[in-house]
């Protein structure tokens, strides 16, 4: 771009927030669920507003000695010892607000206020779908000067590649989110129901329809998901896609056997109860832990959910397994959330001191062990957690399970088209070969 601005113009602002404006007019339907990814995993808006990002923030004097960050409020309490030693040093008071739990919400809350230059929060954390849109809308600052070096280098280089190829955390070669979450749709059984039955975990999609019918009977079923929309329909459709060799926004042959296996599970196997179609991560969370379900997709922080439900928490109750293979192989997709600064951050500078401090090499193992929602790959991490689920993290790199999230430049707007495809054709109220051909023109509307 040739000139530099501070705002978007109507027009550009309409491209950008788009789906926030859907989801203000829906009113309350927006669905409250921990997260996935990814996170990781629910609509925000679409990404195709010129860039601001070089924007210069509006000169706004702190208002007080206090900085707010906004995270979802289970973080919360692993965030305390290292905010409290911040501010020890700084002087400053942190206030630590509840965070959206999905790209959506995150438009909604946030986006009228970065429109008007101002922001109500000094650090946010950010997930996948909303950060592009926000750093293409210049609504977030760059952060590769903020971040020292050495944080940087603690990443493993598959994890943040060179900038230009990285549409999640980057933009025109710069970085304007800090991951802080490594979002992967783990595989999860019951391992002790397992070992009584003298079987193993299921290692392909048949071995799963298969036990999924030993273990189904009332209250009982073999497995369950969160589907409900807003996002978690794309979710589940994305990570069987993976499994099958689809690209899920073409829509193509590969995106088709996921569909079909995912509605098979429900209506033709029935080891998955269509109620999934309507329910959130916490509901699904509740029912395993009720010892109601034999297997599940879910993300990392359940290590966590699992082990701190002490009065069920048992060993071998939420164990880690690869996921079993479709077509294309045991794949599953990761995501993830970063934290980000916002243009307009009343207390810029000191929350620049904060988001640099909150993702160091020291305090990232200190928010790991605090809450598996933080746990990742980074050096400073699996020096320290010799055990748990980093041991499944490497399982899974090893075994070349992992893939990309699919990304798409509305992506917003895309996992909007793939939830309410899915649901449709899921609830039977569109064949397959509709869904595809709806899915395809739609997508193709977008572009």
Not at 263 to 273: A, G, R
Not at 276 to 291: E, H
Request: charged share 20%.
């Amino acid at each position: 771009m040739s000139a530099k601005r501070n705002s978007l113009t109507r027009r550009e602002f309409l491209k950008v927030a788009g789906t926030a404006a859907f989801a203000a007019s829906a009113g309350s339907v927006l669905a409250a669920c921990v997260p996935a990814a990814p996170a990781p995993a629910a609509p925000a808006a679409a990404t195709t507003a010129p860039a601001a990002a070089t924007a210069v923030p509006a000169v706004v004097a702190p208002t007080s000695k206090e900085v707010v960050l906004a995270i979802q409020a289970f973080a919360h309490d692993a965030l305390k010892p290292v905010i409290a030693e911040w501010e020890q040093k700084t002087g400053m008071k942190v206030t630590l607000e509840s965070g959206p739990t999905t790209g959506q919400e995150m438009m909604t809350k946030y986006a009228p206020a970065f429109q008007s230059k101002t922001s109500p929060v000094d650090v946010i954390s950010v997930d996948d779908v909303s950060g592009p849109a926000f750093s293409r809308a210049g609504w977030v600052l760059p952060l590769d000067t903020v971040i020292p070096a050495e944080t940087w280098a603690d990443y493993p280089e598959s994890f943040l590649p060179p900038v230009d190829q990285d549409p999640f955390h980057s933009y025109e070669g710069k970085r304007y989110r800090v991951p802080h979450e490594f979002a992967v749709g783990y595989f999860w059984h019951r391992k002790d129901w397992f070992d009584e039955k003298k079987i193993t975990a299921p290692k392909t999609w048949d071995e799963f329809v298969t036990i999924g019918k030993e273990f189904t009977k009332d209250p009982v079923w073999g497995t369950t998901e969160g589907m409900k929309k807003p996002g978690l329909t794309f979710v589940y459709l994305a990570y069987l896609a993976a499994q099958a060799g689809g690209e899920i926004f073409k829509f193509d042959e590969g995106t088709a056997k996921a569909f079909q296996y995912a509605y098979d599970l429900i209506h033709t196997h029935k080891i998955m109860s269509d109620t999934v179609l309507n329910q959130d991560y916490t509901q699904q969370n509740d029912l395993y832990m009720k010892d109601r379900i034999a297997m599940m997709r879910q993300w990392p922080y359940f290590w966590s959910v699992a082990r701190d439900n002490k009065e069920w928490y048992k060993e071998g109750r939420a164990d880690i397994v690869l996921p079993p293979a479709g077509p294309a192989g045991p794949k599953t997709w990761w995501g993830g959330w970063g934290f980000s600064l916002p243009t307009y951050a009343p207390n810029l500078d000191a929350a620049k001191d904060l988001i640099a401090w909150v993702t160091n090499n020291t305090n990232a193992p200190v928010l790991a062990e605090g809450q598996s929602w933080f746990v990742m790959p980074r050096k400073s991490i699996l020096d320290v957690m010799k055990e748990g689920l980093p041991v499944y993290m490497k399982l899974y790199s090893d075994n070349n399970t992992l893939v990309p999230r699919p990304y798409n430049p509305k992506q917003a707007d895309a996992e909007v088209v793939v939830d309410d495809v899915g649901q449709l054709y899921l609830t039977k109220q569109m064949s397959l070969a509709d869904a595809m051909k709806t899915g395809q023109e739609r997508m193709a509307a977008l572009a």
